[in-house]
């Protein structure tokens, strides 16, 4: 399949491809599969989707709580007080 897309709209396809570490094409399959696919993509259970959101949160680098000083308004507005 061949896409005749202005030269801006590339541009930016592109930029948004290579933010996502992935070639141009890949970018535009999976949008395209995001877009579309929904009717051909089955749904998952409650369980599999607890499971895979579980899986997704560990993926992520343990970090320190945020101390309650850091939450007051003052420090969440600083430009109100």
Known sequence: ???????DIEERLLSLASA???SLEVF???VVEEKG????????????WSHQFEEWADSFP????????????????PDRW
């Not at 343990?62 to 000083?69: T, V």
Request: hydrophobic share 30%; net charge negative; no cysteine.
């Open 1 to 7: 399949m061949n896409l005749n897309l202005r030269p």
């Open 20 to 22: 996502n570490g992935v």
């Open 28 to 30: 535009l399959q999976q």
């Open 37 to 48: 696919g929904s009717a051909t993509r089955p749904r998952l259970s409650s369980d599999e």
């Open 62 to 77: 343990d970090a320190p709580p945020i101390p309650d000083e850091a939450l007051s308004r003052e420090d969440l507005n």
